[in-house]
């Protein structure tokens, strides 16, 4: 396995690569790895010739007052994790190398404007701009993403089909915890008594899944899942919403694919959950 700092070093390796014909897989991270970064790791091994692992926290996608400077971090062990599931290269840039004196990016509407995008306005600005240079730099055939990440996702391969880049998305499904909590690199903030509070996320998820049905309002849906989260002392509602898969627009009727969506602060740390009811929209 290969580890590179550089743009011009990492492309002079895919630049080999491709020469060679062979197929190129992306996994984005920023790094802390878990399971479900694992799980993304192991479709991409399955599916390409060379899996390339970007590891960079990337600071465009943070805004003021959010937890850049404390979000985990512990490259030794994501190394460890990115050699055990087959990685052949690891892409570990610093900010300078990203970003000179940036002044583009890459910012779409309509869909960032709702769920995350309503209290994180600026984040799917540099959730893009980073992923549209990972997506130059590697040049990937495939590139994969996680569906916790649900509006990222939606939001992805709507910037691929816009502007034309030539990969193809895949969505991987959300890993748990044993006890239902979704895998993420924030669950590390929680405390003993938060991270038993955060378990009212996936209860409400599955609350959601048990009584959506076609032709249902989304408010009774909705409604059932706030009592969940309503109930647990430490949680705060940022929004749970349910919108059109595609278009991630609210639906008063679950008369298509539809994304239910939620994120709740424990504490101090936001988490977010989702599902997906109906068919879930094709890869890109």
Same mark, same amino acid.
């Given at each position: 396995?290969?580890? *590179?700092? *550089?743009?011009?070093?990492? $492309?002079?390796?895919? $630049?080999?690569?491709?020469?060679?014909?062979?197929?190129?897989?992306?996994?984005?991270?920023?790094?802390?790895?878990?399971?479900?970064?694992?799980?993304?790791?192991?479709?991409?091994?399955?599916?390409?010739?060379?899996?390339?692992?970007?590891?960079?926290?990337?600071?465009?996608? &943070?805004?003021?007052?959010?937890?850049?400077?404390?979000? %985990?971090?512990?490259?030794?062990?994501? @190394?460890?994790?990115?050699?055990?599931?087959?990685?052949?290269?690891?892409?570990?840039?610093?900010?300078?190398? @990203?970003?000179?004196?940036?002044?583009?990016?890459?910012?779409?509407?309509?869909?960032?404007?709702?769920?995350?995008?309503?209290?994180? %306005?600026?984040? &799917?600005?540099?959730?893009?701009?980073?992923?549209?240079? #990972? &997506?130059?730099?590697? *040049?990937?055939?495939?590139?994969? &993403?996680?569906? +916790?990440?649900?509006?990222?996702?939606?939001?992805?391969?709507?910037?691929?089909?816009?502007?034309?880049?030539? /990969?193809?998305?895949?969505?991987?499904?959300?890993?748990?915890?044993?006890?239902?909590?979704?895998?993420?690199?924030?669950?590390?903030?929680?405390?003993?008594?938060?991270? *038993?509070?955060?378990?009212?996320?996936?209860?409400?998820?599955? $609350?959601?899944?048990?009584?959506?049905? +076609?032709?249902?309002?989304?408010?009774? /849906? #909705?409604?059932? @899942?706030?009592?969940?989260?309503?109930?647990?002392?430490?949680?705060?509602?940022?929004?749970?919403?349910? /919108?059109?898969?595609?278009? #991630?627009?609210?639906?008063?009727?679950?008369?298509?694919?539809?994304?239910?969506?939620?994120?709740?602060?424990?504490?101090?740390? $936001?988490?977010?959950?989702?599902?997906?009811?109906?068919?879930?929209?094709?890869?890109?």
């Amino acid at each position: 396995m290969k580890i *590179t700092t *550089t743009v011009s070093e990492t $492309r002079s390796l895919i $630049r080999q690569w491709k020469k060679e014909g062979m197929t190129i897989g992306l996994v984005p991270t920023m790094g802390f790895l878990h399971e479900g970064h694992a799980s993304l790791i192991k479709k991409c091994r399955e599916e390409n010739d060379k899996v390339v692992v970007s590891v960079f926290v990337n600071p465009t996608q &943070f805004g003021e007052n959010e937890d850049l400077e404390a979000y %985990p971090r512990d490259f030794h062990r994501d @190394m460890a994790l990115c050699e055990e599931m087959g990685a052949d290269l690891v892409f570990h840039p610093e900010p300078e190398e @990203m970003y000179q004196d940036a002044c583009t990016f890459i910012n779409i509407t309509d869909l960032s404007d709702n769920l995350c995008g309503k209290t994180r %306005p600026t984040h &799917f600005k540099g959730v893009c701009t980073v992923v549209g240079k #990972l &997506f130059n730099i590697v *040049t990937p055939d495939n590139a994969y &993403f996680g569906q +916790k990440d649900a509006q990222q996702l939606a939001i992805i391969k709507k910037m691929v089909m816009d502007l034309n880049f030539d /990969v193809r998305i895949v969505g991987c499904p959300i890993i748990r915890e044993e006890d239902g909590l979704a895998k993420s690199s924030r669950n590390t903030y929680l405390n003993e008594r938060e991270r *038993t509070a955060a378990l009212c996320l996936s209860k409400a998820v599955k $609350r959601g899944q048990e009584v959506i049905a +076609k032709g249902c309002n989304s408010n009774d /849906v #909705l409604q059932e @899942m706030n009592e969940i989260i309503e109930k647990e002392p430490l949680a705060k509602v940022d929004y749970i919403s349910i /919108v059109d898969a595609l278009t #991630l627009q609210p639906v008063e009727y679950v008369e298509r694919p539809v994304l239910a969506a939620m994120a709740v602060y424990i504490g101090r740390t $936001r988490l977010i959950d989702n599902f997906i009811y109906g068919e879930e929209p094709a890869d890109q």
